[in-house]
């Protein structure tokens, strides 16, 4: 009997290895039938859930457009074909690594819910809502802005723009529609007669001269032009309305595009007579005016020769001499460790907001024009300030040059990632495992 029960054990636990052994070949097998390998990218794969989760979410946004669908084989090896390249580019960023934080992508995030008018946590639930996983979505975005990262660094470096493509882009047609500033222009037109005399002329110049020098000593342009023009809009100030440039008489639209905001004119000679043009003001998506500050400063840092608080002592003593009435411009000279500014009597030409560190940023904010700060400390070293100047300077030049850029750029972006894309492709190993 202990034999019979010694031999019953064994068939026992020999059965219930091959019934776990059977049943583990059958989950694998469903695993397999759930899931399987599409594509070998490389050292990396594409799975057949992937695609079909890329192809679901295509078809459901396409259909919510209204969209004709393609048939359903062109959609998916288009879907496979960019699930390989966004494999790549995901290698390529693994082996360069490329890391996206959670800052950035919660600060992407919460641009992306801000256009939509919504807080993240609104904009979290909003997704949640719709049946949709919140993690997957910022998975989703890290990854966008992960290849993003990876087509910069692949692509950015080809793309060339030279001056004269922007000069060419900002004059040509297109550019002036992209590009149109609209401007609120002002006249005084002194009226000169088709056969006035060379005294009447010289009479009509004086006028317009002496009513421009008005116009710099602060007189109201708008009272100047009801009283003395001989335009048609004398009672209205002058005033010409909203125009672009390609609106206003081609006399006038060279000379506006280069005044700066409440600027006039010198006199502009047409065949009605002499023209102050004056611009009161000007709006447009390439308009920009931008608070710039004057200052100098004196710059002394610690060194191998020098402690911290040897330097802190350095600089208070010079701000002791300035206080007393020394030239700040000659102690510049003399202390100053800023190699850009140092012979400049320590001048750092106009400046906006976000050109320096934050600390001395902080300080050169709060000092009033005309005054020197008290000694601070910034990452580059100690600094006393001296604020010069401050101004609302019109940038909108640079601003439109700058727009000008970036839509060349983005076409050319455009035409060197498909290429580069193109050249990616071709040059990794691609195994796509069709089904018999």
Do not use: C
């Not at 498909?418 to 691609?430: F, K």
Request: aromatic residues 6%.
């Amino acid at each position: 009997m202990k034999y019979k029960l010694i031999n019953t054990k064994k068939i026992f636990v020999r059965a219930l290895f091959l019934s776990i052994f059977l049943f583990s070949l059958h989950a694998q097998a469903k695993i397999e039938l759930l899931d399987r390998v599409i594509a070998i990218v490389d050292s990396g794969v594409v799975m057949e859930s992937e695609l079909n989760k890329r192809v679901k979410e295509i078809i459901d946004r396409l259909r919510d457009t209204e969209t004709d669908l393609p048939p359903l084989n062109i959609l998916e090896e288009q879907v496979l074909d960019r699930l390989i390249i966004e494999e790549i580019q995901m290698q390529i960023a693994d082996r360069a690594g490329i890391k996206i934080s959670d800052t950035e992508v919660n600060k992407t995030l919460l641009g992306i819910a801000s256009q939509n008018s919504l807080s993240l946590e609104e904009f979290r639930k909003d997704i949640e809502a719709q049946g949709s996983s919140y993690k997957d979505f910022r998975n989703t975005v890290r990854k966008e802005m992960i290849i993003q990262r990876v087509q910069r660094g692949k692509v950015g470096g080809r793309v060339e723009i030279s001056e004269q493509e922007l000069e060419n882009f900002i004059n040509s047609e297109e550019g002036r529609t992209k590009l149109a500033e609209q401007y609120n222009v002002q006249q005084i037109l002194i009226s000169i007669p088709g056969k006035a005399n060379k005294t009447e002329v010289e009479k009509a110049n004086g006028q317009a001269l002496d009513l421009l020098e008005r116009i710099k000593e602060g007189e109201s342009f708008s009272k100047l032009a009801t009283t003395y023009s001989s335009g048609q809009n004398a009672l209205e100030g002058g005033s010409l309305g909203w125009r672009t440039a390609t609106e206003l008489p081609s006399l006038f639209a060279k000379e506006v595009s280069i005044l700066k905001v409440g600027e006039t004119s010198e006199p502009i000679r047409s065949g009605a007579g002499l023209h102050l043009i004056h611009l009161a003001e000007k709006r447009g998506n390439t308009v920009k005016f931008e608070d710039q500050t004057l200052a100098r400063h004196i710059l002394v840092q610690t060194s191998e020769i020098r402690t911290e608080t040897q330097t802190k002592l350095l600089i208070e003593e010079i701000a002791e001499r300035l206080k007393v009435g020394e030239d700040f411009k000659q102690l510049a000279r003399q202390f100053s460790e800023d190699p850009g500014s140092k012979m400049d009597g320590g001048e750092l030409g106009w400046s906006k907001e976000g050109d320096y560190d934050p600390e001395f940023e902080k300080v050169l904010n709060k000092t009033v024009t005309g005054e020197i700060s008290n000694p601070l400390k910034s990452s580059y070293g100690w600094h006393i300030i001296e604020v010069l100047d401050r101004r609302n300077e019109d940038v909108s030049s640079e601003e439109q040059k700058n727009r000008a850029y970036q839509i060349i750029y983005k076409r050319k972006f455009e035409q060197e990632l498909q290429s580069t894309l193109i050249e990616l492709r071709a040059e990794a190993y691609v195994d796509i495992k069709l089904e018999s």
